[in-house]
């Protein structure tokens, strides 16, 4: 089994990759080779036992599909894409990447003839969702998307949607939760305090909190996601009929609430870390986010998460992140 | 105030036109100048006060919608599309005119400059929506489109919330409900029955019903369809706030109540036209259908339809197509 990770240098993409490496198989089927492309070349990983290609090229680009879906790679997991606040900022670079490349990708498997009709894994995101909205989001919720990136998003859902029932391409999109604990340095995305406010004082650093405790959001560890996309890469989708597209589930929970699970996990020490600086554009940008989904309908088709309750978010973070230990 | 109707050839343009032009107005403000464009020039409407631009042109070509735009039209009506049965044959075809070309005329708008941000009213669909849905759909239903049509129409609205979120237009997307009583010859679309059913017999001629009379169906007539579009080209759009997407108010009813109605308005005779030849072809296309919605948010925005009844949609066929008189 060939498998194609678009957008593998990210974070999801790489413990995707490193993942099905160790595991060396894809549910029940060996993998035979991979193919790893970003628009800067993923690193190659160590003591891989099978083949892996790295590719970088520019999703945007109209031809940059084709040569990757000439190797005809049975699964895709497609996580290319430029994040929201680059998307909202540059309007042109965020309709090329995150619509146009999808339609090139899909188009290229189309183009590929011969009965190609491989298992397409799309990353979709609860930014497909914009306010106002019920406190818990369900199965059946309109889009109303209000960012670039959102609307973006819902369309791809909705091109997958059709290729996969015109019998094109076997696809799948799945609403990744905001994934908690994001590892690496703090970020100036909007949600970074989420993750940093865990990471940052585990690690013996002092993390800035722009908002109140009582801003809930919908998380998910690393883990969980990786977890998400296998299960998309391997469950019978016909189960799913044509609505090929569904939100993930994710565990809701409070600033509060995270702050007390630091403190039951790591101890008062880490928490008194956390230096509370209200800022009122984030405050702004957060109140529009969703805080809680019903999320049934992935429940049913056999989607789990790795952790149930934001302690094992956190302890996840220090078993896979930080080799056990942090800083008490 | 210039207006520009792009698919001015078709049935809804055609008389979007006509009323326009026998108004001389579109609100508060006079029309000074009028474009109509379809794929085939449409017909020039006699007798106009205004001057009258009549366009042919390609709207899937991407150099189409720049020449008509160049010309700063303050308000247009874009009922350019292909059907549903076309573009579910012709999947490239209906994605180059259905999607393609609406983003290359909203691209066009955006590229015009000079604050140029105009009135945009783009004909949706209740294709949009797609079986299995509540007896009554309702404002806040997801888009689970099951035509390549409907997913067409769904990804422009997206698009023109977005486009219009950025301040590049002033845009909204509204879902007529099926036209009834469709003027013209029978034509095969597969919902041609719930207008042949009414229109034949009035005209003496016979008409196949190929469903059962409890199906149930949503219409509107020519007449509302054309109020519902000058209402969206006059409104005060953000009343609406960034979802400028809505389906328009109609009417519910059975085949059974539709032929109950022709009695009540045409007499027996009228009705014994109808010929019962169930097609189950037919029978399972219309299954999958919306049968009924609730519209409470299109009339909290003023859209009103021009009938109460059924027996109104009859009677404003006879009184618009008919010249008041059919063959008893």
């Given at each position: 089994m060939h498998i194609l990770i678009l957008g593998a240098a990210g974070m999801v993409g790489r413990k995707l990759a490193e993942r099905l490496l160790r595991e060396g198989r894809l549910g029940k089927q060996d993998i035979t080779r991979m193919t790893l492309q970003d628009v800067v070349a993923p690193a190659r990983p160590a003591n891989a036992s099978v083949p892996v290609s790295v590719v970088a090229s520019d999703f945007a680009d109209a031809g940059?599909?084709?040569?990757?879906?000439?190797?005809?790679?049975?699964?895709?997991?497609?996580?290319?894409?430029?994040?929201?606040?680059?998307?909202?900022?540059?309007?042109?670079?965020?309709?090329?990447?995150?619509?146009?490349g999808t339609r090139y990708l899909i188009d290229a498997i189309r183009a590929a003839g011969g009965g190609y009709k491989p298992r397409l894994v799309?990353?979709?995101?609860?930014?497909?969702?914009?306010?106002?909205?019920?406190?818990?989001?369900?199965?059946?919720?309109?889009?109303?998307?209000?960012?670039?990136?959102?609307?973006?998003?819902?369309?791809?859902?909705?091109?997958?949607?059709?290729?996969?029932?015109?019998?094109?391409?076997?696809?799948?999109?799945?609403?990744?939760?905001?994934?908690?604990?994001?590892?690496?340095?703090?970020?100036?995305?909007?949600?970074?305090?989420?993750?940093?406010?865990?990471?940052?004082?585990?690690?013996?650093?002092e993390a800035i909190l722009p908002v109140s405790e009582d801003v809930r959001h919908w998380h998910a560890s690393p883990k969980s996601a990786v977890g998400f996309l296998i299960h998309a890469g391997t469950m019978d989708l016909n189960a799913m009929g044509p609505r090929r597209n569904l939100s993930m589930p994710g565990l809701s929970a409070t600033v509060g609430?995270?702050?007390?699970?630091?403190?039951?996990?790591?101890?008062?020490?880490?928490?008194a870390r956390i230096k509370r600086v209200p800022d009122p554009t984030i405050i702004g940008i957060v109140s529009g986010w969703p805080r809680d989904f019903v999320t049934d309908r992935a429940l049913r088709l056999g989607f789990t998460t790795a952790e149930k309750t934001f302690d094992d978010i956190i302890r996840i973070h220090i078993e896979?992140?930080?080799?056990g230990k942090f800083v008490g």
């Open positions: 940059a599909a084709a040569p990757l879906i000439a190797e005809r790679p049975d699964v895709i997991f497609h996580l290319a894409a430029i994040v929201s606040g680059e998307a909202e900022a540059e309007f042109d670079k965020g309709y090329r990447i995150n619509l146009d799309f990353t979709s995101s609860i930014a497909v969702f914009g306010a106002p909205f019920p406190e818990k989001i369900g199965d059946e919720f309109f889009h109303t998307p209000l960012t670039s990136y959102g609307t973006q998003k819902s369309i791809c859902e909705l091109l997958i949607n059709d290729y996969t029932r015109k019998g094109l391409l076997d696809g799948i999109s799945i609403r990744l939760p905001t994934i908690c604990v994001r590892p690496g340095k703090p970020n100036k995305a909007a949600s970074g305090f989420f993750s940093n406010i865990i990471r940052e004082p585990l690690a013996g650093e609430e995270q702050i007390a699970a630091l403190e039951r996990v790591a101890g008062k020490n880490v928490i896979d992140e930080l080799g």
